[in-house]
C-alpha cells in the first residue's frame, strides 16, 4: 500500500485521497451502471441515505471512529433498506416510487436524529462523524483506502463473474426467467453491488450525493457507447476522472467533498448529452435541420420545374403563390439552390439550370418510386429484414427489387 | 401431422393462476402436440399469456402441473425457447443484436465462459435465417418492430430447442414481416420443432396453424383447427357481441385467411 502511494507524484496525503477516489471512481462507476439501466437509480440514493443510521449505530455500539465497524454498519443498514423497499413493492400495492420515498426519508431522519444524539453525548471521538454527510476526502488516511479497496475488489469481481446473467435478467427478464436464471436472486445481487459501491463512497462523497458517484458515470458512459461491456469500462474511467478531479479539488480548497464531485461530474454529463457523437443532443438538432433545409430546397425545385412546364420561368412570388409556403423558408430554400448552382436567375424570374433540371428529374423520380412501392411493393420479395425508406427506396431495397418495381409500375400504365 | 405415440409438447394440467382474487386461469387442462404448429387464441384478458408464463413457472400457480415432453416444465428449460412480448424489454438498453441472439446460447455455453466457436457459428446461422446478419451490429434500439421481432426469434432459434413458445409475435409488426414469419416458423415445424403461439388474429390461425386451444380463463375447446376455429365455439369463447358478426360472416372471415 504505501509502495503504491508512494509512486504517486503528489504529497502523502493528497497521494491517499487520490488513490481512495480512485477506488471509489471505478468501483461506483462499474457498480452504479447496475442501478441506471435497469432504472433503479433512486434505489442508490435510497441505499445511501439509508446507509447513515448504520454509521451512527455502528459508532455508538463500538465507541470509536474504526472505518470497518462504520462501513460495516453502512452496510447492514443499506440492506436492511433494499429488503424494505423489496418487501413494501412486492407485499402492498404502494408503487416503487413511493416505497424509494418512504424508505430514504425514514432512514434519513433516523441517521439525523442519532448523529444529533451523538453529538450531544460528549463522547470526545465523535468529532467528524457528520462528514458521512456531505463526505470529505481530505483526512482519510491509508487504513480507509484499504478497506474501500477490498470492499471494491469484492463488488467487482462478483460483476465479472455474473456479467453474463445480470446482463440477461437487466435486458429481458422473462426470458432470462425462461432460461432456468434466478432472476429475483440476480436482482437481489445487483442490490448487493450497489451497496457495496455505498460503502465504499460514503466516507468520501457522504449519504447525501452519493447517488451522483452512482449515476454520472453510467449515464455519461451510455452516451459514449451501446454495448454493455465497454459501458462498465467507461463508466470505471469517467467515475475515477469525475473521483479524482473532484476529491482532490476538494481537498486543497478545504470544502467538502461531495457538492465538488457532483459539480465535477454535472459538467461532464451536461457536455457528453450535448455532443456525444450520435447521441448528442446538439447534432440531433443539426441533422434535422439540414434534413429539413434539403428537404425544403428540393420542394422549391420540383415547384419550380413543375412551373416551368406550365407557362413562362415563374418568379418567386408565384411559386409562393402556387405552393402556398411561407416566403422566408422560400427565400432560404432559394438561397440553398443558388449555392449549389441548381437555378439561374432572369431579373425576377427564376429557371432551372442543366443540373437544377436533373436532380429535379430525381426527386420527381423518388417519388414516384415510394408510389409505385405502396401500389406494388406487395407483389415483389425483399431480400432480409430491410427496412424501405421513403426518401432513398432504390438505396434501402437494393436496386434489384427497384427495378422490378419500376417495370410493375410501367406494365400497370401501359 | 402427429406421430401416434409422441408425449404432447407442452401439456398443462389442472393450471390454476390468480392475479388478487380473480383468477386469470382457472383449472385447465390444456395439451399441444408434438410436431405441430398450436395457436393459443381467447379475447383480451382470458389468460393466453399467462397460461405460457406459468406454464414455464415465470409467474407462480395456485395449482396444477406442467410438463414438457412429458418431464416437469421447470426441469426441462433447455428444450424450451420463448420469445416474450416484446413491450417488456428497455429497448435502450445497451446491446447489439447480435448479443442479444448470444443470449440464446447462455444456458448451453455456461453462465460464465466464453461461447465457442460451434455456439458463435449457431448465432451466425440464426442472424442469417431470420434476415438480420448485416443488422447484428445495430443497437437494439435502433430497430423497427419487425426488425426487433426477428431478433427475438433469431434468439430462440439459436436455442435449438425442440418447443418453442411464442407470446404474441406479430402484434404491432408490418404485414410483410408477419409473412415472413410466419412462413419461418411453418418451415421450422415442418423440421420437427413443436411450437405453441399466442395469437390475436382469428382469419390467420385457420390459414397456417395446425391445432388450436381456444381459452377464456377456462379451456373452452382444443384439437384440429377445422374442428376447433368454429362460429359456434368461438362465440362461447368470445360472447356473441363482442365479435359484432353473425354466424356465416365469422365462418367467412375464418375461412378468409
Not at chain 1, 509512486?7 to 496525503?13: A, C, E, Q
Not at chain 1, 439501466?37 to 441505499?47: H, I, N, T, Y
Not at chain 1, 462501513?71 to 404502494?94: D, F, K, M, Q, Y
Request: hydrophobic fraction near 55%; aromatic fraction near 4%; glycine fraction near 10%.
Amino acid at each position: 500500500m504505501g509502495g503504491l502511494i508512494s509512486l504517486i507524484p503528489l504529497p502523502y496525503p493528497d497521494a491517499v485521497v487520490a488513490l481512495g477516489a480512485l477506488v471509489l471512481g471505478v468501483t461506483a462507476g462499474v457498480l452504479g451502471a447496475f442501478a441506471v439501466l435497469p432504472r433503479r437509480s433512486l434505489v442508490g440514493d435510497a441505499l445511501a441515505h439509508a446507509a447513515l443510521p448504520g454509521v451512527c449505530l455502528a459508532f455508538i455500539l463500538t465507541g470509536a471512529k474504526d472505518p470497518a465497524a462504520l462501513l460495516a454498519g453502512a452496510a447492514v443498514a443499506g440492506l436492511v433498506g433494499a429488503v424494505l423497499i423489496i418487501l413494501i413493492e412486492r407485499t402492498s400495492r404502494i408503487r416503487p416510487d413511493a416505497a424509494i420515498g418512504v424508505v430514504l426519508s425514514v432512514f434519513f431522519s433516523l441517521g439525523i436524529v442519532l448523529l444529533t444524539a451523538i453529538s450531544h453525548s460528549g463522547n470526545a471521538q465523535q468529532a467528524g462523524l457528520e462528514r458521512y454527510l456531505f463526505g470529505q476526502a481530505a483526512g482519510l488516511v491509508e487504513r480507509d483506502v484499504v478497506v474501500m479497496g477490498l470492499v471494491g475488489a469484492a463488488g467487482l469481481s462478483l460483476v465479472l463473474v455474473l456479467l453474463r446473467p445480470l446482463r440477461a435478467a437487466m435486458f429481458d427478464r422473462e426470458f432470462a426467467g425462461s432460461i432456468g436464471l434466478p432472476v429475483r436472486a440476480l436482482e437481489l445481487a445487483t442490490t448487493v453491488l450497489l451497496v457495496a459501491a455505498i460503502v465504499i463512497g460514503l466516507r468520501m462523497v457522504g449519504a447525501i450525493l452519493m447517488v451522483a458517484m452512482l449515476v454520472v458515470p453510467a449515464v455519461a458512459a451510455r452516451q459514449l457507447t451501446g454495448r454493455l461491456g465497454p459501458l462498465l469500462l467507461v463508466a470505471a474511467g469517467v467515475g475515477a476522472l469525475v473521483g479524482v478531479s473532484g476529491a482532490l479539488l476538494s481537498a486543497r480548497a478545504e470544502a467538502p467533498t461531495g457538492p465538488v464531485v457532483v459539480l465535477v461530474g454535472v459538467l461532464l454529463v451536461v457536455a457528453l448529452l450535448l455532443l456525444a457523437p450520435g447521441r448528442g443532443v446538439l447534432w440531433g438538432w443539426a441533422r434535422r435541420r439540414r434534413e429539413r433545409r434539403r428537404e425544403s430546397a428540393t420542394a422549391l425545385l420540383v415547384d419550380i420545374e413543375s412551373l416551368m412546364h406550365a407557362g413562362p420561368p415563374p418568379t418567386l412570388e408565384q411559386v409562393a403563390l402556387a405552393s402556398a409556403r411561407p416566403r422566408p423558408h422560400l427565400r432560404r430554400a432559394l438561397r440553398d439552390l443558388d449555392r449549389a448552382g441548381l437555378v439561374a436567375h432572369d431579373g425576377e424570374r427564376l429557371r432551372l439550370t442543366e443540373s437544377g433540371a436533373a436532380a429535379a428529374h430525381a426527386a420527381l423520380e423518388r417519388r414516384r418510386l415510394w408510389s409505385a412501392w405502396l401500389e406494388h411493393g406487395w407483389q415483389i420479395g425483399v431480400p432480409g429484414a430491410v427496412e424501405p425508406d421513403p426518401r432513398d427506396l432504390r438505396g434501402s431495397l437494393g436496386d434489384q427489387a427497384a427495378d422490378r418495381l419500376e417495370r410493375l409500375a410501367r406494365e400497370a400504365a401501359a | 401431422m402427429t406421430a401416434a405415440g409422441r408425449l404432447p409438447a407442452l401439456e398443462v394440467r389442472h393450471l390454476t393462476v390468480s392475479y388478487g382474487a380473480r383468477p386469470a386461469l382457472w383449472d385447465v387442462d390444456a395439451s399441444f402436440p408434438a410436431g405441430a404448429m398450436s395457436a393459443i387464441v381467447g379475447p383480451n384478458g382470458s389468460g393466453k399469456s399467462t397460461l405460457i408464463r406459468a406454464a414455464l413457472g415465470l409467474v407462480p400457480a395456485d395449482a396444477g402441473q406442467s410438463s414438457v415432453d412429458g418431464r416437469p416444465a421447470r426441469s426441462a428449460l433447455d428444450r424450451v425457447a420463448y420469445v416474450p412480448q416484446r413491450e417488456a424489454v428497455d429497448w435502450d438498453f445497451p446491446i447489439t443484436v447480435r448479443e442479444v441472439v448470444e443470449m440464446g446460447r447462455y444456458r448451453h455455453a455456461g453462465w460464465v465462459r466464453r461461447l465457442r466457436a460451434r455456439d458463435r457459428e449457431v448465432v451466425d446461422s440464426a442472424l442469417e435465417r431470420v434476415g438480420m446478419a448485416a443488422l447484428a451490429r445495430r443497437q437494439i434500439g435502433a430497430l423497427s418492430g419487425g426488425q426487433r421481432q426477428r431478433a427475438f426469434i433469431a434468439r430462440a432459434l439459436a436455442q435449438e430447442a425442440g418447443l418453442m413458445l411464442l407470446d404474441e409475435p406479430f402484434q404491432g409488426i408490418d404485414a410483410r414481416t408477419e409473412a415472413a414469419l410466419l412462413g419461418l416458423l411453418g418451415e421450422l415445424r415442418d423440421a420437427g420443432t413443436s411450437l405453441v403461439v399466442v395469437h390475436h388474429d382469428l382469419a390467420t390461425v385457420r390459414a397456417a396453424f395446425d391445432w388450436a386451444l381456444v381459452l377464456n380463463v377456462r379451456a373452452v375447446a382444443q384439437g384440429p383447427v377445422g374442428e376447433v376455429m368454429t362460429a359456434e365455439i368461438l362465440r362461447r369463447a368470445y360472447g356473441a357481441a363482442s365479435l359484432g358478426l353473425d354466424d356465416q360472416a365469422l365462418e367467412d372471415a375464418l375461412w378468409a385467411g
